[in-house]
Nanobody, 115 residues
């Protein structure tokens, strides 16, 4: 069974940076997108950024210019570089890999930005 293992979350002061990583435990065929979502209590999960196989990227308006998504196809790993973090970026961040057949999700990693 494929697992997505996330790392890199934590506590950081406003203006600081964090880099999230997410690696698949085994090969996944026909990947369309790899991405990151986030969720805060009482709110639906929202897209933060995604990157296609052709490396086309999409970002939420709230993170454009501050976050950068990238991927390593050989390692089946997706990264999220988060700069100029704001308290409103505080959330649980979830890795997502969407293949032709199904969605895979990580267990979530907490990001907390203090003011």
């Amino acid at each position: 069974q494929v697992k997505l293992v996330e790392s890199g979350g934590g506590l950081v002061q406003a203006g600081g940076s964090l880099r999230l990583s997410c690696a698949a435990s085994q090969s996944i065929s026909s990947i369309n997108y790899m991405g990151w979502y986030r969720q805060t209590p009482g709110k639906p999960r929202e897209l933060v950024a995604k990157i296609s196989t052709g490396e086309d990227t999409n970002y939420a308006d709230s993170v454009k210019g501050r976050f950068t998504i990238s991927r390593d196809n050989r390692k089946i790993t997706v990264y999220l570089q988060m700069n100029s973090l704001k308290p409103e970026d505080t959330a649980v961040y979830y890795c997502n890999i969407r293949s032709q057949w199904r969605d895979y999700w990580g267990q979530g990693t907490q990001v907390t930005v203090s003011s």
